[in-house]
Nanobody
Framework: QVQLVESGGGLVQAGGSLRLSCAAP????????MGWYRQAPGKQRELVAA???????NYADSVKGRFTISRDNAKNTVYLQMNSLKPEDTAVYYC???????????????WGQGTQVTVSS
């Protein structure tokens, strides 16, 4: 079942740009953090970028200066702007969010379905 809804992936040439979006549907009391991970074939999943409830951001060294993570709390949505794309960025990108649904629940992680990003040379 879909927990987070992702969009924006596709095929682009090296040097191009893509903007990924991820929305968290349903009731949400608090968003503790949101972020993006990626996984290339035969490789481990890695953190690309994250943003905390307080606004602190962090990025993988390989994407610093090229990718920007942002959020729209009113829409429960996180974005990943990817510029100067390289073939090495090719992977399935997964959205992640740590959410508190209501005051009687416990915060936990939710995941998107994944969106394919392919960068050709």
């Amino acid at each position: 079942q879909v927990q987070l809804v992702e969009s924006g992936g596709g095929l682009v040439q090296a040097g191009g740009s893509l903007r990924l979006s991820c929305a968290a549907p349903g009731a949400i009391l608090r968003i503790n953090a949101m972020g993006w991970y990626r996984q290339a074939p035969g490789k481990q999943r890695e953190l690309v970028a994250a943003i905390t409830n307080g606004g602190t951001t962090n990025y993988a060294d390989s994407v610093k200066g090229r990718f920007t993570i942002s959020r729209d709390n009113a829409k429960n949505t996180v974005y990943l702007q990817m510029n100067s794309l390289k073939p090495e960025d090719t992977a399935v990108y997964y959205c992640n969010a740590n959410l508190l649904r209501d005051r009687w629940s416990t915060s936990r992680d939710y995941w998107g379905q994944g969106t394919q990003v392919t960068v050709s040379s």
